[in-house]
């Protein structure tokens, strides 16, 4: 079983001001636009979504995504976006 430690620096997220988020242990980005962006991470698919949504630094060797931009949503989805869900349905 991993530590509590291992987990913490696999996957973080980091919101400063609504406006820009920090993610690590991002695995692969499976939709992006300007109001939402869909990532696969370590922790499972996470969601985020907002208006003017901008990738400012996508480094997937490290596992990390900078997002600037009104941000309104933070959501963990196992399976919505996949099977055509809620999320699925508001991104398009």
Same mark, same amino acid.
């Given at each position: ?8 620096t +696999?996957h973080r997220?980091?919101l $400063?001001?609504?406006?820009? !988020? /920090? =993610? %690590? *242990? ?8 300007? +109001?939402?962006?869909v990532?696969? $991470?370590?922790?499972?698919? !996470? /969601? =985020? %979504? *907002? ?5 400012g ?17 933070? *959501? ?17």
């Amino acid at each position: 079983m991993q530590g509590y430690a291992e987990l913490a620096t +696999s996957h973080r997220l980091e919101l $400063t001001g609504r406006s820009h !988020l /920090v =993610v %690590t *242990g991002v695995e692969d980005v499976e939709r992006f636009d300007e +109001s939402g962006i869909v990532m696969s $991470t370590s922790q499972g698919l !996470l /969601v =985020v %979504t *907002g208006e003017g949504l901008h990738i400012g630094k996508l480094a997937l060797d490290g596992g990390e995504l900078f997002v600037d931009g009104q941000i309104d949503t933070i *959501g963990y989805e196992e399976t919505a976006v996949r099977s055509g869900g809620f999320f699925r349905r508001l991104l398009g």
